[in-house]
C-alpha cells in the first residue's frame, strides 16, 4: 500500500501533524510504503501512486494555504482521466484559533474533503470512537489549535499528535479493508 501524506506548513505546525499521521499508519501497516512531502515536493505522480492521500494545511485567512491550492489545482490533470477514482482519503488542520470557532479550520476541512470527493475519491472522516477525538477530531479530518490567546503561534498538544496518529491508523484501516473486500 503506497500513503501519500502531502502537506503545506510555514511554522511546523502541520508537518508535525504529517509526521504523527504518518507513524499511525506504519503503526498499523508496517510494510505500507510512506511518502510524506511538502505540497512543493507532491507531483501528480505521487498522487497517481499512492492508494491513501492525505492532505493537510494551516488555516490562512479562513482556508487552505496556497500552496496547498495550487498543488490542489493542478490535480485537474488527473480529473480530467478519472485517475484518482476509487482512492481513499483524509485531510488535516490546524489553525492558531483565536476565538470560540476554530477561525476557519471547519471550512478548510470541507474544502479538502471537497476536493478528494471532486475526484471520486473515498473520503474518510474522524469517527468520534477513535482516540483523540475529543481534543482534536471533528468529523471531517483531524483539526488542532495552535494559537494561545493572543492570537500568536505557541504549540501543537501532544493530544492533538494522539489525535492525528490514531486518525492515520483509522484511515488505512479502511483503505485495507476496501481493497481485501
Ligand atoms: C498568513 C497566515 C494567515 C493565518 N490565518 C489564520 C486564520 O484565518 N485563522 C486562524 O485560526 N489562524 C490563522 N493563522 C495561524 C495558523 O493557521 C497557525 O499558526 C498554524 O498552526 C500554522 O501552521 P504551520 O506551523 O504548519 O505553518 C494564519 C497564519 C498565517 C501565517
Known amino acids: 500500500m503506497h500513503i501519500l501524506i502531502s502537506f503545506h506548513s510555514d511554522y511546523g505546525h502541520t508537518e508535525n501533524m504529517a509526521t504523527a499521521i504518518a507513524a499511525g499508519c506504519q503503526a498499523s501497516f508496517p510494510d505500507a510504503a510512506l511518502h510524506i512531502l511538502t505540497a ?3 507531483q501528480l ?5 499512492a492508494d491513501v492521500i492525505f492532505l493537510g494545511t494551516p488555516v490562512h485567512m479562513g ?7 495550487k498543488l490542489l489545482d493542478s490535480t485537474s490533470k488527473l480529473w480530467m482521466e478519472d485517475l484518482l477514482e476509487g482512492k481513499v482519503g483524509g485531510v488535516f488542520a490546524c489553525s492558531g484559533g483565536l476565538g470560540g470557532a476554530g477561525g476557519g479550520i471547519e471550512q478548510t476541512l470541507i474544502s479538502l474533503h471537497s476536493l478528494l470527493l471532486e475526484h471520486g475519491m473515498i473520503a474518510v472522516g474522524f469517527p468520534k470512537s477513535l482516540l ?12 488542532a489549535r495552535t ?13 492533538a499528535l494522539t489525535a492525528c496518529r490514531s486518525y492515520g491508523a483509522h ?7 476496501l481493497r481485501h473486500a
Open 171 to 177: 484511515v488505512c484501516r479502511v483503505a485495507h479493508k
Open 132 to 143: 483523540g477525538y475529543a481534543d482534536a477530531g471533528i468529523q471531517w479530518g483531524v483539526a
Open 45 to 49: 505522480s505521487d498522487f497517481e501512486r
Open 40 to 42: 512543493e515536493q507532491t
Open 63 to 69: 482556508s487552505m494555504a496556497w500552496g496547498m491550492k
Open 147 to 159: 494559537g494561545n490567546h493572543e492570537g500568536m503561534p505557541q504549540t501543537i498538544s501532544d493530544a
